[in-house]
């Protein structure tokens, strides 16, 4: 069943001689979860792009971090439609609507860049650092190679025996 | 020419004779040294491009600090591309296939398999780059005895550093086919720190490439890795610069990655010398984490942690510790 699974994934079978295994694949977990294996399998020998593992989970988070914008959307809106609503009823627009909505476009512009002004204060990097007292005093003497730093020289620059054996014992 | 014309110079001279003899014999000998010098030099770059362009199929043993790990290896080139395929025969049934640059590795943990990409370099027996200027900078190779490795005739090779900011090589290579055959590093006390070597090869004249998929386990899951952040770096920081490198290192990349139970990400660099890495990563300490100094050397990797200013430095790669410390320590704080 694995391997008409496979062969269906790779093309490799009609889709009208392949019921059976639709129904198979609906109704069981694990031929459902073989399916998606395949193609998992399948797009990384392609090089096809991959989400990560957690990529639902980094959207909803950063969706969470974006701020809620109400107040210009909805002036914006507003503006929008007046216009729209005035050109319908009299086909030309009066001199004060087009000042009016200047303003208001110079209002948003001008309320978005002190926004972005805010955010841009919101995030002080150099505030988290430790000041150079606490550096002198605390200090952590390390004897072992700290496993990340190792992974990630792996990673990036990985040495002939890397590949087949973690090169050196690590602290965890 | 030069030394006929002063051969016969000297000859006309009569009394000068046996100076003029002598005289040439040291400058042949001189030639014959820059002759086999050169000779060595060919014989490691015909490896440095056999390990790519001939198709062959063996079983290496991969061996670094206690451990040991038989790896089956397949490896196709059809005139265009690249194909390797490499199956760890001990143990838990690593596998890592490249086509050209990409690597990917199904490395089984527990119940899962995980899938890792990775770019691929220096991967046996293509350990070379098949340009040898850099390496030619910074060591000096000569020709040793020849020898049996995995029932093929072997020319020895020497690859010493010129200084003490690397380690040493010796490469067995096959005198029929050029392919390297067999690699070993000797730290400064000339112990050996890693080693690899084919105990069977043959060449296949087989373009197929129907082995050259993962052998699927349906009982376990198939997960990629978690996403690896690392993004290419151009900038230049205005928090550190790096004064003298050491030695015929040079820069080959820089980039931003994300550190496992670091909360800030950190700059990552990497150095070479032709033969051997470096990493170096440097990052704003920060609050409420003790700071970190330390070195450490475990098998064939140093590594060397530092602080300057406000920022955490640690750089750690398969060279001596004189190596890393100079890396790190050429991290200036800019204030």
Redesign the interface.
């Given at each position: 069943m694995?391997e008409q699974i496979?062969a269906l994934a790779d093309n490799e079978i009609a889709l009208e001689d392949a019921e059976h295994l639709m129904s198979g694949l609906q109704s069981s977990g694990p031929l459902a979860?073989?399916w998606s294996?395949?193609h998992?399998?399948g797009d990384?020998?392609r090089?096809t792009q991959?989400l990560?593992?957690?990529f639902k989970q980094?959207l909803m988070a950063k969706l969470d971090l974006e701020p809620t914008v109400l107040a210009p959307n909805a002036s914006l809106l507003k503006v929008v439609k007046t216009k729209a609503s005035s050109v319908e009823a009299h086909g030309k627009i009066p001199a004060t609507w087009s000042i009016a909505a200047s303003f208001a476009g110079i209002m948003v512009v001008g309320w978005m860049v002190l926004q972005m002004q805010v955010s841009d204060s919101l995030t002080p990097?150099?505030a988290?650092?430790?000041t150079?007292q606490?550096?002198a005093t605390?200090?952590?003497?390390?004897?072992?190679?700290?496993a990340?730093?190792?992974?990630?020289?792996q990673?990036?620059?990985?040495?002939?025996?890397s590949?087949?054996?973690?090169?050196?014992?690590?602290s965890e | 020419m030069l030394i006929f014309a002063i051969v016969s110079f000297i000859d006309s001279h009569m009394k000068f004779k046996r100076f003029g003899l002598i005289l040439l014999l040291a400058m042949t000998a001189l030639n014959v040294r820059a002759a086999t010098d050169e000779n060595a030099w060919q014989v490691l770059q015909k490896a440095a491009v056999a390990a790519h362009a001939l198709s062959y199929e063996g079983i290496f043993v991969c061996q670094s600090g206690q451990q040991s790990k038989p790896v089956q290896i397949r490896h196709l080139f059809n005139g265009q591309f690249e194909f390797s395929r490499n199956v760890v025969l001990d143990g838990s049934p690593k596998e890592v296939l490249s086509q050209g640059a990409d690597v990917v590795i199904y490395n089984p943990k527990n119940e899962k398999i995980v899938i890792e990409k990775r770019r691929g370099q220096n991967m046996f027996p293509a350990i070379l780059p098949t340009d040898l200027d850099a390496i030619k900078a910074s060591y000096v190779l000569r020709m040793g005895d020849t020898e049996r490795v995995a029932d093929r005739q072997a020319q020895i090779l020497f690859l010493d550093g010129k200084d003490k900011l690397r380690y040493s090589y010796k490469f067995w290579v096959d005198i029929e086919y050029g392919l390297l055959l067999k690699s070993v590093m000797y730290n400064h006390q000339n112990e050996m720190i890693e080693s690899i070597a084919f105990n069977q090869l043959g060449l296949i004249n087989n373009a197929n490439l129907d082995w050259f998929k993962p052998k699927i386990d349906s009982k376990k899951n198939y997960v990629m890795e978690d996403e690896v952040n690392a993004v290419a770096d151009n900038h230049v920081s205005p928090h550190w610069k790096l004064k003298e490198l050491p030695l015929g290192y040079f820069k080959v990349d820089q980039m931003i990655r994300t550190v496992r139970g670091k909360s800030l990400p950190v700059s990552h660099l990497i150095f070479s010398d032709g033969l051997a890495s470096i990493s170096l990563f440097i990052e704003p300490m920060e609050n409420g984490v003790k700071p970190r100094l330390g070195r450490a050397v475990v098998g064939n990797t140093s590594f060397h942690s530092a602080v300057v200013g406000y920022l955490q430095i640690t750089a750690l790669g398969e060279v001596p510790e004189a190596a890393v410390a100079q890396i790190a320590n050429s991290v200036v704080f800019i204030k």
């Open positions: 694995n496979s979860e073989a294996q395949y998992l399998i990384v020998m090089g991959v990560s593992p957690s980094n990097v150099i988290e650092v430790a150079p606490t550096a605390n200090v952590a003497a390390v004897q072992a190679i700290p990340e730093y190792l992974m990630a020289h990673a990036s620059a990985p040495s002939a025996s590949y087949y054996i973690q090169s050196a014992s690590y | -």
